[in-house]
């Protein structure tokens, strides 16, 4: 009796897993720290770090011993954040600010702003807006915010 109750329960787990890994897979949404959430609260815009996912098939920050590697890994970053980029809805308007010019007053129209493109780490420093962050985060490219 005790087997086939065993049998029962591993029968239904394994009907559930198909079920789990499509739920995983629909919901791409990043991660946000809870801190850009409450800051966004009262204000307009925020400055964050947009951490990307890193690609299956590329070079890991572990592997960069020599400059070669190093090459190819800023070469890819670059590559991730332009399909980032290019993959904002039409609705963003995007400009290039540099993290040390404080006047910006001309950019608060802009839905994102970038302060600084990383070269090895997967990631790029922005200021956006609430509706910015909000499709950055539901971007399938974006690790966390």
């Given at each position: 009796m005790f087997f086939v109750l065993a049998i029962f329960v591993l029968i239904i787990t394994i009907s559930f897993i198909?079920?789990?890994?499509?739920?995983?897979?629909?919901?791409?949404e990043a991660s946000v720290d809870q801190r850009i959430v409450e800051e966004l609260q009262s204000n307009d815009r925020i400055s964050v770090i947009v951490n990307l996912k890193e690609t299956?098939?590329?070079?890991?920050?572990?592997?960069?011993?020599?400059?070669?590697?190093?090459?190819?890994?800023?070469e890819e970053v670059k590559e991730n954040q332009d399909n980032l980029l290019d993959s904002l809805s039409d609705d963003v308007s995007v400009s290039v600010d540099e993290v040390n010019n404080n006047d910006n007053n001309n950019k608060q129209d802009e839905?994102?702003?970038?302060?600084?493109?990383?070269?090895?780490?997967?990631?790029?420093y922005v200021e956006v807006d609430k509706e910015t962050l909000e499709e950055l985060k539901n971007m399938p490219e974006v690790e966390s915010i």
């Open positions: 198909p079920f789990t890994v499509v739920s995983k897979a629909s919901n791409p299956e098939q590329g070079v890991s920050i572990s592997e960069l011993d020599n400059k070669e590697k190093i090459e190819e890994r800023i839905g994102l702003v970038i302060k600084h493109r990383y070269s090895v780490l997967n990631s790029m």
